[in-house]
């Protein structure tokens, strides 16, 4: 029992020193006449010089561009706005993620209180995953392996029975 | 390393989903169940090791401990890691579903390979095994890289382009990698040799 103690203490606390998500986050929104798009791979860890391609309902490209150094990048309403605007950022070797903006979005003037609702929206996306998440994983991964090894000695014990 | 949803194409998707679901079912037939709990540890640790990261350029790298992984588990690996893989998708949002057969292979795959590649040199000597324990975490990702590059290639990119792309991004860490699994290895059998196959094989041939 010791010796799986150590062995759990060695593996996971290699994998401790520091816990940072991984993955595309693309979110978008409209301030200012403009239409906002931020690429990250989480917390500070924007996703620079990545292309950036909206495109309609019916797949027709509305606008192309590259993030800048922050993982930003703006540019001007269309000026039909009949469609929802689907942003897609490409980060390279697999690695995508993509944001609906609605054509309600696309139609209204944002609101102080609108807009910071999305800032809301952006930052609980932006969240590293909590220590609950990770210890959770963890225990329904013990939970699958006792579980298969129950069934498999149950098997074992049925013929002696 | 997780390769996001919507990048692959069908056919791609279906034959990862294939080759997971035979090698799944190969490392489920082969693991010792009494020995479920080295695998549920190294399960955990491939789950939390993605969490660790390297940014470089515009693409962020992290740790994947599948060398580590293979080299004790050998064909269990591929369950174990499915596992970690399908609740990192559940919980952190890491590659998504659809895309969970490829990126089972990716990862899996080099994992069984430096199993057999690499622990016969385990034990022989604490040099060797330590070298043994660098070499697959080193080449685990190698050849993770170059699957990854293949799976985008058959989804219209340029294979050569594609492969130093991803090498370059992920050569920190194949060292990093080669690094933690050798000293890994060799404190394991110091202070619990049991979790190496050959010990386990050896020490129930002396209790038979």
């Known amino acids: 029992m010791k010796k799986i103690l150590i062995l759990i203490a060695l593996i996971l606390g290699i994998s401790s020193t520091s816990a940072l998500a991984h993955k595309v986050i693309v979110f978008a929104w409209v301030e200012l006449g403009q239409i906002h798009v931020e690429g990250s791979f989480g917390s500070d860890r924007p996703a620079k010089n990545c292309v950036i391609k909206v495109t309609d309902s019916n797949k027709n490209l509305v606008h192309q561009g590259v993030t800048d150094a922050q993982g930003q990048y703006f540019f001007a309403l269309p000026d039909t706005r009949d469609s929802d605007l689907l942003v897609e950022l490409n980060a390279g070797t697999g690695h995508s993620g993509h944001w609906t903006l609605t054509k309600d979005e696309l139609g209204v003037a944002p609101t102080p209180k609108s807009l910071g609702e999305k800032m809301a929206q952006k930052q609980d996306l932006e969240k590293n995953p909590s220590l609950v998440r990770i210890l959770s994983g963890i225990m329904v991964i013990f939970g699958l392996a006792f579980a298969a090894t129950w069934i498999k000695k149950r098997k074992k014990d049925k013929p002696n029975a | ?208």
């Open chain 2, 1 to 208: 390393m997780h390769i996001s949803e919507g990048v692959l194409s069908g056919q791609v998707l279906a034959v990862g989903a294939v080759i997971t679901i035979v090698g799944t079912t190969i490392g489920l037939r082969k693991v010792d169940y009494d020995q479920m709990v080295h695998v549920a540890i190294l399960a955990s640790a491939f789950f939390v090791a993605s969490l660790i990261h390297v940014n470089i350029g515009p693409v962020s790298v992290h740790l994947i401990l599948n060398g580590v992984v293979g080299l004790l588990l050998g064909l269990a690996a591929f369950p174990a890691i499915l596992t970690a893989l399908v609740l990192q998708s559940l919980f952190f949002q890491y590659g998504g579903l659809t895309a969970l057969g490829v990126n089972a292979v990716i990862m899996a795959l080099p994992a069984v390979l430096v199993h057999y590649l690499f622990l016969p040199l385990v034990g022989k000597s604490p040099k060797l095994t330590f070298i043994a324990g660098f070499l697959a975490g080193f080449f685990s990702i190698g050849f993770s890289c170059l699957l990854m590059g293949t799976a985008l290639w058959f989804t219209n990119e340029d294979f050569l382009k594609t492969c130093i792309a991803i090498v370059t991004a992920h050569v920190p860490v194949m060292v990093i990698e080669g690094i933690i699994t050798g000293f890994c290895v060799s404190f394991l059998l110091k202070v619990y040799p049991e979790i190496l196959p050959q010990k386990k094989e050896s020490g129930k041939k002396r209790i038979g």
